[in-house]
């Protein structure tokens, strides 16, 4: 190959990798101008306003003052949200989250499994996803323990907001199987138990870290919570009687049917992450959904990525807008309510003075889909601009 075809392939190669527009830009004090900003927070909707940025924190919220002498992003037209926080998601380590020698892995962490790399990590960015709970997979009774993070593409970039997050147990019917324990739900719960109650009633003076299952010891000690997969009715059921057993709090994941015990789940204060909705799906779906929140279950809606995509979030909010929730109560199922599930809503879910400069540019209203992302802030730094 001449120099000169070889000079005209890296051309090419550097304009592809440039107006592909995920990258990290760093500034440490802008301003941030849009036409509407939905906080999401206390303050709510606000038009014409600014935020001032500051090591990638919003260091105050500005309407009708003056502004201070620093670089301005001016998107003064467009309407700004809180970047999406994902609160169940396999991405880019689907096949490396699975350890099936055994049914309770309660010792495994997933962050080492992150790729930062992954095509998945960067279709998360582009649509506005910022924050992650890294979930082990439900085949497992107990598969480990999640861990949340901020999304990067840098390897060296993982900023963790909870290293060590959910035990993830699964009542769900991937548990059951004909060549091994346990052959049922019933069968679950039973293992499961036992095995708790085999911990609990250990010699604690010996020293904790010869003992294996970390997790369900963290999980007993309270320094970790359960993270349920149950989707059926007899799923939830069976998870809120565990519950109530060990006389815990928690989240359930899936909750397809969770509509139908929804006050026993507002009773005991248990959580849904909800399986994203689909235009395909029943209506029934949607309204099921709908019905939670009208009965004040708290809900978030989860990607399952790469089971689902990252579009899934904006889609199910859009089809619960559709049910007559409000746009911002719509959306706060991807931003606010994931954040204070996961319990890391003092960083994230929302716009306010203090927190991470995490936010979602677009070019219209954000649940009408025909609205571009036109940039993704986290942390401060421009991680997705589109150069369209």
């Known amino acids: 190959m001449s120099r000169y075809m070889r000079g005209f392939l890296w051309s090419f190669i550097f304009l592809f990798f440039f107006t592909c527009s995920v990258f990290s830009r760093d ?24 935020l001032f940025i500051e090591g990638g924190r919003i260091k105050k919220i500005i309407q009708d003052g003056v502004l201070p002498s ?8 467009k309407y700004i949200i809180p970047g999406l926080v994902d609160a169940h998601t396999y991405i880019s380590g ?54 949340i993070f901020k999304t990067t593409r840098g390897i060296g970039d993982l900023l963790f907001l909870k290293k060590e997050a959910f035990l993830k147990i699964s009542f769900n019917a991937e548990v059951a199987r004909d060549d091994r ?24 003076r010996k020293r904790e870290g010869i003992f294996q299952d970390q997790g369900i ?28 057993k060990w006389n815990m709090k928690g989240v359930i994941v899936g909750g397809e049917e969770a509509h139908r015990l929804s006050n026993d789940l507002r ?9 994203p909705l689909l235009f395909s799906l029943p209506e029934r779906m949607p309204k099921n959904a709908a019905s939670l929140l009208k009965n004040n279950v708290k809900v978030a809606f989860i990607s399952n990525t790469p089971e689902g995509e990252p579009l899934g979030l904006r889609i199910s909010a859009l089809l619960l807008y559709h049910q007559g929730i409000s ?5 706060k199922t991807i931003t606010l309510f994931p954040a204070q599930i996961l319990g890391v809503v003092d960083s994230v879910g929302s716009i306010e003075e203090g927190k991470d400069a995490d936010f979602v540019v677009f070019s219209g209203e954000p649940l009408d889909l025909s609205s571009r992302i036109e940039a993704v802030y986290s942390n401060g730094r421009a991680v997705f601009i589109d150069k369209k």
């Open 27 to 50: 500034k440490d004090a802008f301003l941030i101008k849009g036409a509407k900003i939905y906080t999401l927070g206390k303050q709510g909707l606000l038009t014409n306003a600014a």
């Open 70 to 77: 620093v670089p301005v992003e001016d998107y003064s037209s």
């Open 94 to 147: 689907y096949e490396r989250l699975l350890e099936n020698t055994e049914i309770i892995t309660s010792d495994l962490i997933t962050y080492p499994a992150f790729d930062p790399l992954h095509l998945e990590v960067k279709e998360a960015l582009c649509s506005g996803i910022t924050t992650v709970n890294f979930v082990p997979r439900s085949e497992n009774l107990v598969g480990g323990i999640s861990s």
């Open 181 to 204: 324990a346990p052959t049922s739900l019933m069968g679950a719960a039973k293992i499961l138990s036992q095995k708790m109650h085999t911990i609990a009633g250990e010699n604690e």
């Open 217 to 244: 010891r963290k999980l007993l000690k309270g320094r970790i919570q359960p993270l349920i997969a149950a989707s059926t009715f007899e799923e939830i059921n069976t998870a809120l009687q565990w519950f109530y």
């Open 267 to 275: 009773e005991k204060e248990i959580h849904v992450l909800l399986s």
């Open 327 to 331: 746009q911002e109560e719509a959306l």
